[in-house]
């Protein structure tokens, strides 16, 4: 893997490092606080281009490698998560499976206005009994003429609220256990598809995540996604690259971590120095720099390897795994070097230590990520 960015990949992340600097750092922390969703700003993500960035151009998207769209990823979360969660999932888990698994049709009427940005999409898979075990799924999906009816409840779906487009999994042959599990593409304006609750979270807070429940939801044939009975393999294969998204997500929380603790520790004294002049922080500076490193270059191995199209199933938990924790670390460390100041909202630690916690969670908690790493090593 050659580590060094290409000219152009320098340009893009200039671009969006302009972009973050002058349109979302001025709102984020308000914003954040606030509970409001960005959508200016999600509108703006897709006139760049990045809501459907390693999309073909003849799908409405930009064309880009996975690499330099996991570097967009990482310069928006380095200065607001809740934005960047927005843009993975419906880059990751919206676009990515229509594209790899979906129609001629399906793309034309679906993937083009969600990677230009016109529509919004979210995923829902997590019911209120099937998280971790994502084959216990009890949402059903019955035939009936030239359309399925779908009957059931999904829970903790990001942009559930204000997307367009849901990729909806659930039952239509209880026989077969997971392998029975079929995904459709479900438009949310369809009678029957209702937004229930709405989670009030420790974090990520300009992101929705709610409740949806369907009532004898119809849906046409001509929106199953794949084939009948073939949807457990569809969310196995687009969780690899969501979990890779999460891992760039969880590396730019770090960074404005480090960031803003390097800019807090040059300017506050005590004792009569800066307090970046003593050991016990440059100590804490150097191990949150090298474990942003490490993570980093794990995430983009991750990248490089599915772009390339090669199994990245063990490459994508490991980048996960290990950048969620490493944010969770770093957040702390900017916290301790922040001191009081750093629990306070006015500083913005205080909402990546927040938003932080998140990425152990979610697309597959640690304790799955360490279950699918091992796994492969003793397959092998």
Same mark, same amino acid.
């Given at each position: ?42 509108k703006q993500l897709g ?56 129609t001629e049709d399906q ?103 709610? !409740?949806?429940? &369907?009532? /004898?939801? %119809? ?8 084939? +009948?009975?073939?949807?457990?393999? =569809? ?43 003593f050991q016990s922080v ?67 630690? !205080?909402?990546? &230590?927040? /938003?932080? %916690? ?8 640690? +304790?799955?990520?360490?279950?699918? =790493? ?7």
């Amino acid at each position: 893997m050659n580590t060094h960015l290409t000219q152009e990949q320098k340009m893009v992340v200039q671009m969006i490092r302009s972009f973050t600097e002058k349109e979302v750092a001025p709102h984020a922390s308000v914003m954040d606080h606030a509970g409001e969703f960005p959508e200016v700003l999600v509108k703006q993500l897709g006139k760049m281009g990045l809501m459907g960035a390693f999309i073909p151009p003849e799908y409405g998207g930009s064309g880009m490698d996975l690499l330099t769209y996991i570097l967009t990823m990482e310069e928006i979360s380095k200065v607001w998560a809740s934005l960047g969660v927005i843009m993975t999932v419906n880059n990751s888990l919206v676009c990515d499976p229509i594209f790899r698994f979906g129609t001629e049709d399906q793309k034309k009427r679906f993937l083009v206005p969600l990677a230009k940005g016109d529509t919004l999409g979210c995923y829902a898979l997590t019911e209120p009994a099937a998280g971790s075990d994502a084959g216990a799924i009890a949402t059903r999906a019955r035939a009936d003429g030239d359309t399925y009816l779908l009957n059931g409840t999904k829970r903790f779906i990001t942009n559930g609220k204000h997307a367009n487009v849901a990729i909806v999994y659930a039952v239509t042959d209880s026989s077969r256990g997971k392998q029975g599990i079929s995904a459709f593409i479900v438009e949310t304006a369809s009678p029957g598809f209702i937004i229930g609750k709405l989670e009030e979270k420790l974090g990520l807070c300009g992101s929705d995540t709610a !409740e949806l429940i &369907f009532e /004898d939801c %119809r849906v046409p044939k001509e929106n199953l996604l794949g084939e +009948e009975n073939e949807g457990f393999k =569809i969310a196995l294969a687009t969780l690899d690259g969501g979990r890779i998204g999460i891992a760039a997500q969880a590396v730019g929380i770090a960074q404005g971590c480090l960031e803003a603790a390097i800019a807090y520790a040059r300017e506050r004294r005590q004792f009569g120095k800066p307090i970046a002049a003593f050991q016990s922080v440059q100590w804490m500076l150097a191990d949150m720099k090298t474990e942003i490193d490490a993570a980093r270059l794990l995430t983009h191995r991750a990248a490089w390897t599915r772009q390339k199209g090669e199994a990245v199933t063990k490459m994508a938990a490991q980048a996960k795994l290990y950048a969620s924790e490493m944010a969770n670390r770093v957040a702390y460390k900017g916290i301790q070097i922040f001191g009081g100041y750093g629990y306070i909202k006015e500083f913005p630690v !205080e909402r990546f &230590f927040r /938003d932080a %916690r998140i990425t152990t969670l979610y697309e597959g908690t640690s +304790e799955i990520q360490r279950m699918v =790493i091992a796994r492969h090593l003793l397959q092998s």
